[in-house]
């Protein structure tokens, strides 16, 4: 991952670190301006933070004096701020009424990302914007839970590569609404090699809730809303989104108990390689300083071979899509576990493909949730 370095990149870097400044947890950044911006450089800023999803901490930046602006960069921020967090409103609603629904049908559930860590990581949810949902349930009743979102109108936007793929070895299923909202199930935190080496049961056990429209909501503990928040980063996408790094910082425990019992976790999930990149680029690119405790865990953290391979398979290059298949399928325990995977994957059921690489791409793009091009 290259660090930024043009001066957009660099305004949005110091957004992010501003946001952790906020709590706390990073030093004022050097490239706050001390002007407003020119018409051009504000057009940009305002392009770069709506991709980042930094749109709440510029206008809470500006809105504290922080961030110099002129009266029209004010309310153009100010209504970039409005709007995300109208989207938010929506989505929250819309968290409510699965809520209620799931609940009722019996199927255990935990919110990720986006509405939990903008009311349990921060001094106020109106800092952080989300734009879908993320429910995480046990593999045993995903299909369940996909059948309900089925029921209400929701499109799956990949097919299953084989009978009882999702719930042995998917990451999840993504649904897209006729409201155009966004629900993804998960069965783990990731696809790949990564995902399949956590335990689903494990995964579950930590819990801690939020409030909304004074209805409590389940969500991870901070532990593994902090493994999360790594494995988001790191190996959501080819580089990550600033908003994405200030959620490894924000969600990092601050006790040393807890701390470890992350590490731990890591570790026995085979995901510390994960947690040591997440820490680096959150470190480099925003200027955060880790607890002493993570620090030293980093400095003793060498990535195996294995593991090198392993994030390799994530990469976006030609061979990562036959990588990451071939890796998942080492990290998987059994023979017919393995060569359960292999056939989903190099001979799904719906392959239009002529060969093996052909058929490989298709099932990686349904285990990544990317709908076919």
Known sequence: ?????GPADLLLDALAAYGLAAYGLAERHPATP??????RAWTELLSGARAERLDPVLAWAIALGDFPATVEQREQ??????????????????LLELHAVFTCEGIEHRVLKGPALAHLD????????????????P??????????????????????????FDRRFSKGMAFVL????????????CQGPFGLTIDPDELLDGTETFTVAGVALPALDRPRRFLHAC???????????????????????RSAGRLLDALALAERWQVGTVVAAAVDETSARLGWMPPAALRAWRAAAHPSRQDRWRLEGYRDTPRAPVLRALTSMAALPGVRDKLAYGLAVAAPHDARGTNVQDRARRALRALTGHPRS
């Open 1 to 5: 991952m290259t660090p930024s370095a």
């Open 34 to 39: 001390v002007a407003p911006l020119d018409s």
């Open 77 to 94: 921020a100010y209504e970039r701020h409005r709007s995300s967090m109208a989207s938010a409103l929506a989505l929250e609603r819309l």
């Open 122 to 137: 921060g001094p106020d949810p109106s800092w952080r914007a989300f734009g879908d949902l993320d429910l995480l349930v």
């Open 139 to 164: 593999p045993t009743q995903l299909a369940l839970a996909g059948r309900v979102l089925a029921d209400r109108g929701g499109r799956r936007r990949y097919p299953e590569p084989r009978p009882g």
């Open 178 to 189: 006729p409201d155009g909202h966004e629900i993804d199930l998960h069965r783990t935190l």
């Open 231 to 253: 494995i988001h980063a790191v190996l959501g996408q080819p580089s990550p989104r600033r908003n994405q790094l200030r959620d490894v910082a924000l969600t990092c425990p």
